[in-house]
DNA sequence: GAGCACTGC
């Protein structure tokens, strides 16, 4: 069985590549779209469980009956445009309340992901209104705007589930210190819980409140803000209510109640590690189950129970509110029992059996709110396909003619490639629709797309149309889609997967949970009763894993040990995991901090460990940049540029799609690519475009660069000076001069970060790592592909396991270098 | 000459 084949029998008998070509071809030989879809419509039929119209005769000739409810359409998005919520506070409360119509915000594609400079607007406008008072004064929360739109908000409030509990919820944080709260989508948990407690005597300084997401902190930051009738983050010191996420931190001296990241939240932690700035950490979202949220959990774990013993400095105990969607109480509540039951035992017992005693269960509180989600009814194939795209394709249209409008359809796909296949589908068969139909709108959404693209799916629904929104997971959680009344779930999303033996990632389209295919059949229900079809048998979900495995078990986990590390958790083995990560994993992990430096021989962490921790970049790279910073090679400026490059998520150097295209971007680019290999030819883009003071965009444009990536390329720069100053580092934030970079400089740090992702080139032209002797492909996107003078040896700063396995961003580096910097890492 | 889901500091 061939490499490819192997993967293939891997994810389940993925054979889409194929089928998609079938069909293309397919059209381009019968032209007629509706005689083609008709050969391969059998298995659809079978969805038909009321004896409705098959998909070949509503295809063949659709009478003008199959339409009937279609009544001219009024265009919806306008008939809602009265009143309503911040979409994003929509997006948290998940859920619309069935008697309130979503509003006119709901159109402002604000939560799709901004970008940062959009983000720091936002706060300015919305203060803008409130500032204007008439005298002039540094408006105060008692401006009467803000006073008249908090009344108008109380009355929403009061109807949401949570509302009635808010008494029980006070009552049993005074009872307890730990808070295990359900809430179903809907509750209002995330808006309401903070300012239920903000009034507690035990109250006295902030409440902090994670959300996995950015936009999710800043949306909730803004509502929370509204419906306090309070100013929000950093503009008046009168703000009760903040924010703190990076690049943007709006907290204020009276902020009583901040929303942040988990990230933001964690590295709080390094710097306070008793969160003494805190009387309570409500902790949101924590079925997502983010690698954060399982060391948040397990520090808040620590820091409650060695506060139960008596040895907190504090004068209030800590107070902890868990929230999830899900109800995984059980495992919550003891897991927080287990600790304060470990402070009773001897050390060494602890870690052992695990059976909870009652009594410490009882000093956990719950809490169970309901949410708000209309029915959804769920349709299974009747049995398994190959082929979902085509499935999904003879689904759409037959929603298409048989429900009427409104209701769009959102399908859930795997990736690009599916999402652009299907689109180019839809499109086609869309065409050959009888002209009395209807029209649909085929809408792809996923990440990688411009954020202009994104966001036309919040536009309003033309006349007489039906949006089809394909996407990835991203619809799952991060983006919610309006309108949507149908889902279609292909029953499988692309899982990163670490693997500790090799060192590499990999991501393969695999079979979704059964938590994860209720989610996505929820997102039917959000505004109106809705359905869902499953391109999979019933048997199918049942066979499901119940939840999405935790990203703990599934990632490399050297970043988190060393933050583990850095906030004292010298006994990683031994730290409360909510699931403890493969003990491999764990090994491989401490294993690479050991050989960058971070820790000693006896494992704890040292000052530069300590350095890395409070760098926002993997250890590997920040490994580099700390000793970019050393005397002898002085290089941390470049170094900076070439690591800021390389930690931003989307590429300097996009994809072309057409050949000429491609012609003339390599041309455009020429002057940026360096023979040294990929790291040179990021500084010297970095560079260039940080010199270009006149129009940055246009530069952009004229190299075939992507601005939206090096707008986040020098976000990130200017963080890390920033914080290498602060760190001693760096003496200025700026460089001094603009000498010529010393390359080789650069590569000996680039290397002594990388020295695993090193390679030799053998006699047969290919290369071969020297640690594991694994061959390795120099990846087409790199400058170093296809060199006719190939170097004697490279260092790679990406590993990437497909068909095959590549280097990406490669460095043409001597032999004797990687020698050198081995010796150092691995004494013989 | 390949192809990458989604977050976050």
Known sequence: MSKKQN???????????????????????????????????????????????????????????????????????????????????????????PDQPRGKYEKRPENVRDDPEQQREQPK??????????????????????????????????????????????????????LVLTGETGSGKSTQVPQFLQSEDWCTKTI?????????????????????????????PAAKVGYSVRFDNAAGPNTKIKFLTEG????????????????????????????????????????????????????????????SATADVEGLVNFFAEGLDEDLKAPETSGGPTTVSQAARDRISTCFVEGRQFPVKTTYLPEPTLDWVESALKIIFQIHYKEPLPGDVLVFLTGQDKIEALEKLVNDYAAAMDKDMPKLLALPLFAALPQQAQQRIFQPTPYRTRKVILATNIAETSVTVPGVRFVVDCGKSKIKQYRSNLGLESLLAKPISKSAAIQRQGRAGREAP?????????????????????????????????????????????????????????????????????????????????????????????????????????????VIDIISALSTEDSIFFNIATEEKRER??????????????????????????????????????????????????????QLRQ????????????????????????????????????????????????????????????????????AEAIVFSEFLFTNKSYAKKVSAVQMNWVGDVMKEVVPM
């Not at 988190?560 to 491989?588: C, Q, W, Y």
């Open 530 to 638: 809705g359905q869902c079809y499953r391109l999979y048998t019933e048997n199918d979900f049942k066979t499901l894993e119940e939840r999405t495995m935790p990203e703990i078990l599934r990632c490399d986990l050297s970043q988190s040990l060393l933050t583990m590390k850095a906030r004292g958790v010298n006994d990683v083995l031994h730290f409360p995991f909510l699931d403890r990560p493969p003990r491999e994993t764990l090994g491989k992990a401490l294993m690479q901090l050991f050989h960058l430096g971070a820790l000693n021989e006896d494992g704890t962490v040292n000052d530069l460990g300590i350095k890395m921790a409070k760098l926002p970049v993997t250890p590997t790279l920040a490994r580099i940049i700390v000793e970019a910073a050393k005397p002898e090679h002085d290089c941390l400026h470049d």
């Open 125 to 178: 406008k919305a203060l803008s209104r409130p500032r204007k008072t008439p005298n002039g004064e540094q408006t105060t929360h008692r401006s009467p705007y803000l006073i008249k739109k908090r009344d108008e908000l109380l009355p929403k409030r009061k109807a949401l589930p949570i509302w009635s509990q808010a008494d029980a919820i006070r009552q049993r944080l005074r009872e307890n210190n730990v």
């Open 7 to 97: 993967e293939e029998a891997h994810n389940g008998g993925d054979t889409q590549n194929a089928e998609i070509t079938r069909g293309k071809k397919r059209k381009r030989k019968g032209g007629d779209a509706g005689v083609d879809l008709r050969k391969g419509a059998g298995k659809v039929t079978k969805f038909d469980d009321g004896g409705k119209q098959p998909i070949e005769e509503v295809l063949s000739a659709v009478p003008t009956t199959s339409t009937k409810t279609p009544k001219p359409t009024e265009p919806k998005s306008f008939s809602r445009v009265e009143e309503g919520e911040a979409p994003e506070v929509e997006q948290r409360l998940k859920g619309p309340r």
């Open 208 to 236: 902090a409140i994670t959300q996995p997401r950015r936009v999710a902190a800043i949306s909730l930051a803004r509502r929370v803000a509204e419906e306090m009738g309070s100013l929000f983050g950093a503009q008046s």
């Open 723 to 790: 914080q290498c100053t602060q760190l001693k580092l760096l003496s200025s934030e700026a460089p001094t001069s603009s000498s010529s970079p010393n390359t080789d400089a650069i590569l000996a740090c680039i290397l002594r970060g990388f020295v695993s992702n090193t390679a030799r080139l053998c006699p047969d032209g290919s290369y071969k790592t020297f640690f594991h002797n694994q061959l390795v492909a120099v990846h087409p996107s790199s400058v170093m592909h296809g060199r006719k003078i190939k």
């Open 264 to 323: 933001m939240l964690l590295q709080e932690m390094l710097r306070d590690p008793d969160m003494k700035q805190y009387s309570a950490v409500v902790v949101d979202e924590v079925h997502e189950r983010s690698v954060n949220v399982d060391l948040i959990l397990g520090f808040l774990r620590n820091l409650v129970s060695r506060i139960g013993r008596g040895k907190g400095v504090r004068k209030h105990p800590l107070k902890v509110v868990v929230m």
């Open 665 to 718: 971007a390599e041309e455009a680019r020429r002057n940026l690519y360096r023979r040294e290999g990929d790291h040179m030819t990021f500084l010297v883009t970095v560079q260039q475009y940080a010199e270009e003071q006149t129009d940055r965009k246009a530069w952009c444009e004229r190299h075939f660069v992507s601005h939206r990536a090096m707008q986040s390329v020098m976000n990130i720069r200017k």
